[in-house]
């Protein structure tokens, strides 16, 4: 139900099970930890999470196979393990990681999003996180990153009353960064990207995660190619626009 | 000036000095720590706090009294501690704790309203934090709580200028969750709360408060009693909705 | 390139090189940051950094110059401890600091803004953060001074995409704190600030800032003469009220 395509530019892992609303089986995790693996190490600058259907980004976990854990301690460990391997895996990502938001973004599929650097959703996409309505919880790991994204208080709300909100209600609040209802969803913002230095994505991003020797890096950055490229490229700009200002 | 009264789904302590604008006596914080304990502790899925005037939340410390500070440092202690130690309780509930605003919310009003999970507000709600007219200054944790809510340079404007901001705009920074003007304040929300599980609630907000133990009790849920309902009535209501669609 | 004046209220930085944009050559760190350390110490109320040129905030450091960096790594080095430096000095200020921002505000003029506890803009006021545009990073400070502001979506979204956002966007995300577009930038707020208690504001800056020993100040004000004074004037404003409300 994942599929992953590479270009120079975009390691793609697109959801497609849209006849159950892109819903994950359990044992599916893993696959999809796998392909975030090959994208990761893949040469492409930026990582995007989709789906193959407007309709749906993703249920999050398949619930109709969860009352297979009623009975069984050992299950729920082994399925708790997979998510949180997974979601570790996309929040360890060495590049821009970007989540494309179309149709119904729920619980594990919310953590999903929230796990990617960037959320870019269409306004009439569905976020809601309602483990409360099935006698269940959330975990700790996904929590604490829909906390930093839109505060204790936001968090608390979506939690407890379970509600369904837009993508602009969840712009509004943070939990996605850009609303884009252009035809191509994300296209304007992954061209963006795709001008800026692939190491320097790779350094902003391990800055960000505080991820260690970042100065280190920060300083080295000034010996690089890209910079020198970057800086000519610059001045040439600046002398063009000096000569049709005049 | 504080009444608390328990139903099986709420847990409601009011405060009631409309006269004086709920201002706070030093002597009744103690009577505040009771009440949040008591709810703390009752049946209810939930704990609100509320005013009986719709023109005032709280207007914090009732300032006329704090003269007796000027010339008595053991009882600027007593003080600080007594404030310390209702609105550590209020924080330290194990269930789902909502603050409904409607007038002025002020000091240690508005600490009180941010210590609470969460803040349903009346649009035209007053909001401002005014030590600084005052010479004095703001708890620690009551400034580490509105920061992680509004984020540091929102709390600075606030703080520093002592402006007073409406429902609307506190709702716009991220002091408010949620902006009611219906006839009964909270009301939808708290029939929305009212819809989960209060186990499921519970595991919440210990994870939302970073206690310890969380992911145990997260692989616990799928053994409860509520997680067999939760999943059958799901189950049920898509088989409804399939037949409706067809 | 910088000028400090002082009044009985505002120790007032302004950023003067309008002719580059406000663009500060690696030289001039080190006068800033004697500047910043003369308003510390001033009689002032507060601090506050603007530009002469309405045209520029600060444009960050001066791209021209960062080519002697490509083949020198001690002067990288010293490069990243001279931003390092001023910009952990504006952020040891202890009283409130405020960034009036009109026109470019990029970079390292960014960082600066962000370092300061509160940013007023006007509405077009330009933001961008575009090192990944010439293959170089962000420090770490800044970057997590920025995600404390915006969060790391946010800081995600400007740092990947370096697009420009104008004044009203970045008030939007929580990079600014007021949006005025009134004759003078930020004289109303400023006004504000002056009618506050300058230990209250000391007191606040520290709590904010997370300093050692802010419970004992916030008991030791109660003994203060603004508190004497403060507390009076709000009786006698008190009883004027009900004068004329009578």
């Given amino acids: 139900m994942f599929t992953l395509s590479i270009t120079q530019q975009i390691a793609r892992i697109t959801i497609d099970r849209g006849e159950k609303r892109n819903a994950v089986p359990m044992a599916e995790w893993a696959n999809l930890e796998r392909l975030v693996r090959a994208a990761n190490i893949s040469e492409a600058v930026m990582v995007v999470i989709d789906s193959a ?55 594990t599929g919310l953590s999903l999003a929230a796990a990617c650097d960037l959320r870019i959703a269409r306004s009439d996409a569905s976020f809601a996180i309602t483990p409360a309505r099935f006698g ?24 407890y009353g379970c509600e369904t909100i837009t993508g602009t209600e969840a712009y509004r609040m943070g939990l996605v960064e850009i609303v ?50 970057g800086i000519e490229s610059y001045k040439r700009d600046k002398s063009h626009a000096k000569i049709s200002q005049g």
């Fill in 136 to 159: 269940i919880s959330y975990p700790k790991d996904d929590v604490s990153r829909i906390m930093q994204l839109v505060g204790p208080g936001n968090a608390a709300r979506l939690m």
């Fill in 53 to 107: 259907d407007p309709a749906s980004f993703c249920a999050g976990s398949d619930l109709s196979e969860l009352t297979q854990l009623c009975h069984d301690p050992l299950k729920r460990r082994k399925f708790r393990g997979a998510m949180e391997s997974v979601l570790g895996r996309v929040r360890a990502i060495n590049k821009p990681s970007i989540a494309l938001v179309s149709g119904g973004c729920f619980g």
């Fill in 180 to 229: 884009d209802d252009s035809a191509e969803l994300g296209r304007e913002m992954l061209d963006r990207i795709s001008l800026s230095s692939p190491s320097s994505l790779n350094d902003l991003k391990a800055t960000m995660a505080g991820r260690w020797g970042v100065n280190n890096r920060f300083d080295a950055a000034f010996g690089s190619k890209d910079f020198t490229t």
